[in-house]
């Protein structure tokens, strides 16, 4: 999916107010209209992610993922797979470090150099895994064998925060 004619409409948008505001407003809006693109693409794509997690949460066991190639967002459906009763099943995949996961998720952006993210696909391309589920696998196994340090843990509403082994 391309997002940038979703960032040029907002900036047409931009521009046709300002023409209510005079020639000195239109200027105005045109020096910021520029600087727009980059942070109206991160905004969509916060909401593409936010949405995906929701459709995600009520396909479940499906899922859907939003992948970056380059400056455009790829929506990637994966359905819930049906296993035939005269099928063996396959062997279960290695045991991913514990991650603690218990049905609940924490969503993070997370921001790395451009050179990284291909090799990461490819990582968790040749693993089987979606991207997501490699980086958890990965951090899990990185944090898995640290030690922890004692901290108190407080509860707040339904947020458990603290550090646990």
Same mark, same amino acid.
């Given at each position: 999916?391309?997002?940038?004619?979703?960032?040029?409409?907002?900036?047409?948008?931009?521009?046709? @107010?300002?023409?209510?505001?005079?020639?000195?407003? %239109?200027?105005?809006?045109?020096?910021?209209?520029?600087?727009?693109? @980059?942070?109206?693409?991160? %905004?969509?794509? #916060?909401?593409?992610?936010?949405?995906?997690?929701?459709?995600?949460?009520?396909?479940?066991?499906?899922? *859907?993922?939003?992948?970056?190639?380059?400056? #455009?967002? &790829?929506?990637?459906? +994966?359905?819930?797979?049906? *296993?035939?009763?005269?099928?063996?099943?396959?062997?279960?995949?290695?045991?991913?470090?514990?991650? /603690? #996961?218990?049905?609940?998720?924490?969503?993070? @952006?997370?921001?790395?150099?451009?050179?990284?993210?291909?090799?990461?696909? #490819?990582?968790?391309?040749?693993? /089987?895994?979606?991207?997501?589920?490699?980086? *958890?696998?990965?951090?899990?196994?990185?944090?898995? &064998?640290?030690?922890?340090?004692?901290?108190?843990?407080? +509860?707040? /509403?339904?947020?458990?925060? /603290?550090?646990?082994?």
């Amino acid at each position: 999916m391309d997002l940038l004619p979703y960032a040029a409409r907002l900036q047409r948008d931009l521009l046709s @107010s300002a023409r209510a505001g005079g020639d000195e407003a %239109v200027e105005l809006a045109e020096l910021l209209a520029g600087s727009l693109e @980059s942070s109206a693409r991160l %905004v969509i794509l #916060d909401a593409l992610v936010e949405a995906s997690a929701e459709i995600t949460a009520r396909l479940a066991p499906g899922s *859907v993922e939003v992948r970056l190639r380059g400056r #455009d967002a &790829d929506l990637v459906v +994966t359905p819930a797979q049906t *296993v035939p009763e005269s099928a063996s099943p396959s062997p279960a995949p290695a045991p991913a470090a514990d991650d /603690g #996961d218990e049905g609940g998720t924490a969503r993070l @952006s997370l921001r790395l150099p451009e050179r990284l993210k291909p090799r990461i696909e #490819d990582e968790a391309e040749a693993a /089987g895994l979606s991207v997501n589920a490699w980086l *958890v696998r990965t951090i899990g196994a990185a944090l898995a &064998d640290r030690p922890t340090t004692s901290a108190p843990t407080v +509860t707040t /509403g339904q947020r458990l925060t /603290g550090w646990a082994r």
